[in-house]
């Protein structure tokens, strides 16, 4: 299955706006009682807005042109404690809709966290780890800030600017409809420009994606650029996505920022128009100066929000780019699933390829039409040449991936009706670049074996020399508390595989697979492994990856895997034969 997520939105069929605001709207639904009291601050805060004008009008034409000072005293105090009320309800919106956009920003950043958690291994393969981090962490927080600071400003914006209309046209239709044409020009500008200002956003985001995927790679590259003192090419790297980056923010910076100007152009032209007309409808007696200034102010509350509009809709522009992006994440599907399959073979093997075909994603076909299987207790060997697709044939057996055609069977049933958990607890895999995670030797050991989760030192201890791990773990200085930083930089890549041999012995598998598990480590520590294995239960099974012949010569099968074939080897003499020719030999 294809999971570039580069690829997937280059084919992305168009969303309208509409459609998008509605999914992002659903997104926040469970903050409804929130989004609800909001918006009834919105709208006291917007009619009272509203309602000043008239207030103000009002009051110069009957106490201030008539000099009726307490009238005047009066309605300024009304007009005082209705500002003062806006005060409360504006507050209390901006720290309503601040908790729903922080919520939002946790709920987004979780659920992408738990789909990455699910999707398989050929997704990481085929994404930059730098770019998932910014859509996590950078995409999400665009929508925070639309949902935090924008979306109920918009709909203010967009209250007050329709009850500004209807107060426009109420009080004189022929004024109003001339104030209110600008709007029209303002509308069809913005629906043009629109989807410009997404697509300058979005190609943004990925070049902020494209940066983040640069610093990581040469974060966890330090070493190679140091020693082969390529800083000069990392900088040169880095430069280049930078100014790409660099460029894409001036031009979404641009795309965002054409509608402040053009909104404020229209709405400044507006309240000419109400001038100058208005001013005429006095001269003929049509209207009085209080209701000129009202109209005016009526005219500023329509067009203001407009303008604030103008911000407010980059700003979802942006949101809608990011929501793009972390919406590929989160509409994505595991081709890995579990299927309701509970058909069973018969036999007593342990595992069984069937006429097995595999190729990565969009690569040629790795393995052509493979059946062998592996009986339980037994040891076998893969050997072959590098690239040969020794790792690739163990990946199926343990179902980092899927057989593009035919089916592996474990324990006579297919491999693809397991769940996770069941089959990882039948299958140990030590990969040839364990990975360990920040904490102690113990903390890595437990990791995905909860059987010994609430264990103390001294119990785990114990089970450790029940599965005549002790050895192992006394290559440790503090033993179980050996602390493992971040990269893992503090211990070997021997020790690391020690561990990772540790964490799969001690999940007590029914078939363990060791890829190039003791390339890394000293012939008196293999030897150790070697002994250790020996005393394995005898119904486990083993499957050895190694180059080094000496690593193989128990096995009671060898398979020689190259050029998309798994052939069984023979005697360790054919083997070896057969690996220097670096083919059949019949
Ligand atoms: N994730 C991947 N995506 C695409 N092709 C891959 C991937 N992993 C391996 N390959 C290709 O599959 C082929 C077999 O690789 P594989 O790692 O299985 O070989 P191997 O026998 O284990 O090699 P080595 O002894 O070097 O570990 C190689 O041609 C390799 O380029």
Aim: charged share 20%; glycine share 8%; hydrophobic share 45%.
């Amino acid at each position: 299955m294809n999971y570039d997520l580069n690829q997937i939105s280059g084919k992305e069929e168009k969303k309208s706006t509409f459609a998008v605001l509605k999914k992002l709207l659903q997104l926040i639904s469970h903050e409804r009682k929130n989004l609800l009291l909001a918006f009834v601050a919105i709208v006291i805060n917007s009619t009272l807005l509203l309602v000043s004008p008239l207030i103000i009008g009002h009051t110069i034409d009957n106490y201030v042109i008539t000099k009726q000072f307490n009238g005047v005293l009066l309605y300024s105090g009304i007009l005082f404690m209705m500002y003062l009320v806006t005060l409360l309800t504006g507050y209390l919106q901006t720290k309503l809709m601040g908790g729903v956009g922080q919520r939002t920003l946790y709920t987004l950043r979780n659920a992408i966290f738990s789909k990455l958690q699910e999707l398989p291994v050929s997704f990481f393969s085929q994404n930059k780890a730098g770019d998932l981090i910014s859509r996590v962490n950078n995409d999400t927080d665009k929508l925070n800030q639309f949902f935090s600071q924008s979306l109920m400003q918009f709909l203010s914006s967009i209250f007050t600017m329709l009850g500004a209309g209807v107060f426009l046209l109420v009080i004189n239709f022929k004024l109003g409809t001339a104030t209110l044409a600008p709007a029209l020009i303002i509308l069809i500008f913005t629906g043009f420009v629109s989807a410009w200002v997404k697509k300058k956003n979005a190609i943004n985001l990925k070049s902020v994606g494209n940066l983040s995927a640069g610093i990581q790679e040469s974060l966890s590259n330090f070493k190679v650029i140091i020693a082969f003192n390529r800083r000069d090419y990392f900088r040169k790297r880095f430069d280049e996505t930078n100014q790409q980056n660099y460029k894409t923010a001036i031009g979404a910076g641009i795309a965002n920022t054409i509608f402040v100007p053009v909104f404020g152009f229209f709405s400044g032209a507006a309240q000419l128009i109400v001038l100058v007309y208005g001013i005429h409808l006095i001269s003929i007696g049509e209207f009085t100066i209080g209701l000129l200034i009202s109209y005016l102010s009526y005219a500023v509350n329509f067009y203001n929000p407009l303008r604030q509009l103008a911000a407010l809709w980059s700003s979802f522009q942006v949101a809608m780019a990011g929501w793009d992006r972390i919406s590929q994440i989160l509409s994505l599907e595991s081709d890995l699933q579990v299927i309701d399959d509970t058909s069973f073979d018969g036999s007593n093997e342990l595992l069984t390829f069937k006429n097995v075909h595999f190729s990565y994603t969009g690569g040629e076909e790795i393995l052509h039409n493979i059946s062998f299987n592996l009986q339980k207790g037994k040891t076998y060997a893969l050997i072959g040449p590098t690239g040969g697709g020794k790792t690739t044939t163990a990946s199926l057996m343990a179902r980092l991936y899927d057989a593009t055609k035919g089916k592996v069977l474990l324990n006579g049933k297919d491999i693809r009706s397991y769940t996770a958990e069941e089959r990882s607890k039948k299958v140990g895999f030590i990969l040839q670049e364990p990975f360990l995670f920040t904490g102690t030797v113990k903390d890595n050991i437990l990791y995905s074996n909860s059987a010994y989760k609430d264990y103390s030192n001294d119990q785990l201890e114990e089970v450790i020399k029940g599965a005549h791990l002790e050895g192992i773990l006394a290559l440790f200085d503090k033993g179980l508390d050996t602390e493992i930083t971040s990269n893992s930089d503090n211990i070997s890549l021997g020790q690391k595989q020690l561990i990772a041999f540790m964490r799969a012995v001690l999940q007590s598998p029914e078939l363990l697979i060791l890829d190039e598990a003791t390339a890394n480590i000293d012939t008196i520590t293999e030897k150790l492994l070697s002994d250790i294995l020996k005393k394995l239960p005898k119904e486990t099974t083993l499957v050895i990856i190694a180059h080094r012949l000496n690593t193989i010569e128990n096995a009671d099968e060898i398979y020689f895997v190259n050029s998309g074939e798994v052939i069984k080897a023979g005697t360790l003499d054919h083997a070896m034969n057969m690996l220097v020719k670096g083919k059949r030999n019949s």
